[in-house]
C-alpha cells in the first residue's frame, strides 16, 4: 500500500526527492618517500645532561637550596677581649665624671646634689631592667639552641624519660602561641601511649611545630612579595637597599618571635650575624645571573623587563634569608615535617614563569 503525499505542496516549496549515495573508499596513506643517507662536514658535539643548560636550569624543582643554618661556634678572640677592657675603661671613667659632678652639684646647693642623685639612681634602674631584658634574650636564644641539639641527641637514643623532658621543655616554650593549643591538648592525650623516644619527640614536632611552620611560611612569603614589589617599582637602588635590610630585620625578628625566642636588641644583633654569616658562607648572598638564569630561565628578556626581573630575584633572596632565619630559630630540628625550601616560593612570587613553555612538569 502506497501512501500518497498531500495535493498542497510543502510549506518551503521543495518537493521531497530521492538521492542516490555512493560508498566512499578508503584513502590510501602516501607511503613515506625513502631517503637516501647523506653525510655532513661539520662535526657534531655531544654535551652531557649536567652541563646542558636548557636541561639543567629550566626546571624549577632542581633549584639548589642552601643547606641548613647552624649557629656560629662562639670562640675566644682578642678583639672581645679588647672590646671588654676599653668598656671597662670608659665605665671607670664615667663613673668618676659622674662622682665629680655630684660634687660639683652639692657643693653649690644641697637640692641640686638630691636631684642629681636621684636622677642617677631612676637611670640605673632603667639600665638595669634593660640589660636585665638583652641578658634575658640572649638566654631564650641560647635555650633555643641548647633544646635542637638535646633533641638530636634523644632522637638517637632509646631513653623515653629524656624526650619526655625535651617534649615539656618544647611545650612551655610554646605555650603562649594560641596556635599550639590543640597540639598540647594531644600531647597530653597521648603522654602515657607513645613510649618511643623518637616517635614521642616526631609527635612533638608534627603537633605543635606543624602550625607555627605555615604561619613561618606566611611570614616569608609575605615579606618576599613585598620585596619583590617595592624593588621592582622604586626608582633608585639606595631605596632599594634600605627597605630590603628593613624588611629583612623585621622577618627575622618576627621568626624568632613566633618560635619562642623573643630576643631583645644585642639577641637581634646576634641573630642576624649568623643568618648573613650562614649565607656568606653558603654563597647564597651573591644573586647574580646564574640564580636568574635558574629560576626564569635563558628567555629572561623575552618575559620579563629588567625591573620586574631584580624584583624577582630579590624577593627569592628576602626568602632564603627566612628560611635560614626559621632554621636557626626553630626549637627542632627537621626530621618528621617536611624543611620548606627556595623552590616552594618560584610558583608564588613568579606564577607566570613557572607555566612557561620553557619549564618543565613533572
Not at 516549496?13 to 549515495?21: C, D, E, K, L
Not at 624577593?315 to 630540628?333: E, F, Q, V, Y
Request: net charge positive; proline share 6%; glycine share 8%.
Amino acid at each position: 500500500m502506497t501512501k500518497k503525499s498531500p495535493s498542497h505542496p510543502p510549506e518551503n516549496g521543495r518537493r521531497p526527492a530521492a538521492f542516490t549515495v555512493e560508498p566512499q573508499e578508503h584513502a590510501v596513506p602516501a607511503q613515506p618517500q625513502a631517503r637516501a643517507p647523506r653525510s655532513f662536514d661539520h662535526e657534531v658535539a655531544v654535551v652531557a645532561e649536567a652541563d646542558d643548560p636548557f636541561l639543567s636550569t629550566n626546571d624549577l624543582s632542581e633549584i639548589a637550596d642552601a643547606p641548613v643554618a647552624t649557629p656560629r661556634p662562639r670562640r675566644f678572640s682578642f678583639a672581645k677581649l679588647a672590646l671588654g677592657a676599653f668598656s671597662i675603661l670608659l665605665s671607670l671613667a664615667l663613673g668618676l665624671w659622674v662622682d665629680s659632678l655630684l660634687r660639683d652639684l652639692f657643693t653649690r646647693s644641697d637640692w641640686l646634689g638630691y636631684a642629681a642623685l636621684a636622677v642617677l639612681a631612676v637611670g640605673l634602674a632603667a639600665l638595669a631592667v634593660a640589660v636585665g631584658r638583652e641578658i634575658l634574650g640572649v638566654w631564650r636564644l641560647d635555650a633555643v639552641q641548647s633544646l635542637k641539639t638535646e633533641a638530636e641527641t634523644a632522637a638517637a637514643g632509646t631513653r623515653p624519660r629524656a624526650a619526655r623532658a625535651i617534649v615539656d621543655r618544647l611545650v612551655k616554650l610554646v605555650a603562649g602561641r594560641p596556635e599550639t593549643a590543640r597540639g598540647r591538648a594531644t600531647l597530653e592525650a597521648a603522654r602515657d601511649d607513645v613510649i618511643d623516644a623518637p616517635h614521642l619527640i616526631a609527635l612533638a614536632e608534627r603537633e605543635l611545630l606543624a602550625p607555627l611552620d605555615l604561619k613561618a611560611r606566611a611570614l616569608i612569603l609575605g615579606s618576599a612579595k613585598r620585596v619583590s614589589v617595592v624593588t621592582a617599582v622604586s626608582p633608585r637602588a639606595v631605596v632599594d637597599l634600605a627597605y630590603v635590610l628593613f624588611e629583612v630585620v623585621r622577618l627575622i625578628r618576627a621568626m624568632a618571635e613566633l618560635y619562642g625566642g623573643r630576643p631583645g636588641a644585642f639577641g637581634m644583633m646576634r641573630l642576624f650575624r649568623d643568618v648573613l654569616a650562614h649565607l656568606a658562607v653558603t654563597g647564597s648572598i651573591a644573586v647574580g645571573d646564574g640564580l636568574a638564569q635558574q629560576i626564569l630561565g635563558h628567555g629572561l628578556a623575552s618575559r620579563l623587563s629588567a625591573r620586574l626581573g631584580e624584583g624577582v630575584i630579590n624577593g627569592l633572596m628576602t626568602a632564603r634569608i627566612g628560611i635560614a632565619a626559621m632554621d636557626l630559630c626553630r626549637p627542632l630540628p627537621f626530621k618528621a615535617l617536611k624543611r620548606p625550601g627556595i623552590s616552594d616560593f618560584v610558583a608564588d612570587l613568579a606564577p607566570r614563569l613557572t607555566s612557561a613553555p620553557g619549564a618543565r612538569k613533572e
